[in-house]
Structures are given as structure tokens and as C-alpha cells.
């Protein structure tokens, strides 16, 4: 088991001997709250699909489930870029899907290159919202939709590996999204009782907005 201070860093940007194991560990804890922001997200036929922050790229196939469908995976990680791509070829998808080396606050994404756009559990590694939520807005075509997944941030400071992270407040995101060119279309809540990242098992509880490019 990690202590708090090397599990934050590994969440941040899974590295090293233990980027694989914190990967799976993320796809276990985050699997719910990743199925139901993928639900909301709600890919139709065709459309280009962009994820920031996926890991290992786990959920990827089940946002390529519509037809013609395609995705592109925007990670900080090496690690992850290299077993992201290694699963995607696995799993049959090479051709519709992919994972790029690369940072969000200046994505390796031309204007208005996406449809949709997906975010789960990152926004505590962007100490400014605005530089990120303008990049998507710029790469997100008009009438695109993005989806945001977060902790609550009263949850999120129970929790003994966060003491680093940067907490949003629900309004506050709400407000940059608008700030950014977005308009909120919908929220929901998300709880459930599960082991998170540091195997102990508590009341989890996410906030996930869904989003229209204006």
C-alpha cells in the first residue's frame, strides 16, 4: 500500500514500477462513476470523442460502442499512453481509437476537431479551470457536448490523499463553465459505498455535469 503523499503523486501521473497497478486500482474505484458519466455523455453514430486524463484507457470501449464512433485519449502519462494503446489494439479498436502524449491546458487538438468530450476524477490536478475549460471549448464544436466528473469537494477532503489536490466547489465549476463558453445542460449526483483509491472502502460522493458548446 502507498502512503497518501506517493498515492497523490501516482494519481497525478501514474509512473514507474507502480503506474500499472494504480491504474487497475483507479478503474476499480472509479469504474461506477465512469459508466455513469459515459451514460451521460451519451455518444451517438460518427461522432469523434475526445477523454483527458483516461489512464490505461479501460472505458474507451464502451464509448465506442455507437457506430463509426471514434476516440482520442489525452494523457500526461507515457505509461499510460503506451498500455492505453496496447489495450485499444487488443481490444479490436486501433482503427477508431487512440491515446496521445499531451497536457490539457494545451491540447494537440485542432479547432472544433471534436464532438463530445469526457473528464473523470481530473479537474483536481487543473489549479485554474479556465485555461483547461478554454482548450476544450476550442477544441469542442459548437453544439458538442462536454461531460464533467468530480468529487464532491466536502467528500473529497475526508479523504487522506488529497491534501494536495485543488477542490472545486459545484458552483464554481458551474460558473467557469459558462465563463468558458458552455452552457450546463444537466447535473446529477452520484453516490455509492465502494473501496477508493487507498483500498478503504467509504460514502462516495460525485457531482457529473453535462455541458453544450455554445
Same mark, same amino acid.
Request: glycine content about 0%.
Given at each position: 500500500m502507498l502512503d497518501a503523499s506517493t498515492l497523490a503523486a501516482?494519481?497525478?501521473h501514474p509512473h514507474g514500477d507502480a503506474a500499472q497497478a494504480v491504474a487497475e486500482s483507479m478503474n476499480r474505484s472509479n469504474g461506477a462513476l465512469n459508466r455513469a458519466a459515459i451514460g451521460l455523455l451519451a455518444v451517438t453514430s460518427g461522432e469523434r470523442v +475526445?477523454?483527458?486524463g483516461p489512464g490505461n484507457a479501460a472505458f474507451a470501449p464502451l464509448l465506442l460502442q455507437a457506430s463509426d464512433s471514434r476516440y482520442l485519449g489525452i494523457e500526461l502519462s507515457s505509461a499510460m499512453v503506451e498500455a492505453g494503446n496496447r489495450q485499444l489494439v487488443a481490444a479490436g479498436l486501433a482503427e477508431r481509437a487512440g491515446m496521445r502524449h499531451g497536457d490539457a491546458?494545451?491540447?494537440p487538438i485542432a479547432?472544433?476537431?471534436m464532438d463530445a468530450a469526457l473528464a473523470v476524477n481530473t479537474l483536481y490536478f487543473w489549479p485554474d479551470l479556465a485555461p483547461v475549460l478554454g482548450e476544450l471549448a476550442r477544441v469542442v464544436r459548437r453544439g458538442g457536448r462536454l461531460c464533467l466528473a468530480f468529487g464532491d469537494a466536502t467528500f473529497m477532503r475526508s479523504l487522506p490523499f488529497t491534501a494536495d489536490f485543488q477542490?472545486?466547489?459545484l458552483d464554481a465549476v458551474e460558473l467557469a463553465l459558462?465563463?468558458?463558453g458552455f452552457g450546463v445542460s444537466a447535473w446529477r449526483s452520484h453516490r455509492e459505498t465502494a473501496p477508493g483509491n487507498d483500498g478503504q472502502a467509504r460514502e462516495k460522493h460525485?457531482? +457529473?455535469l453535462l455541458a453544450q458548446r455554445r
Open positions: 501516482q494519481l497525478r +475526445l477523454e483527458i491546458h494545451a491540447l479547432d472544433a476537431a477542490l472545486h466547489e459558462r465563463v468558458a460525485f457531482h +457529473l
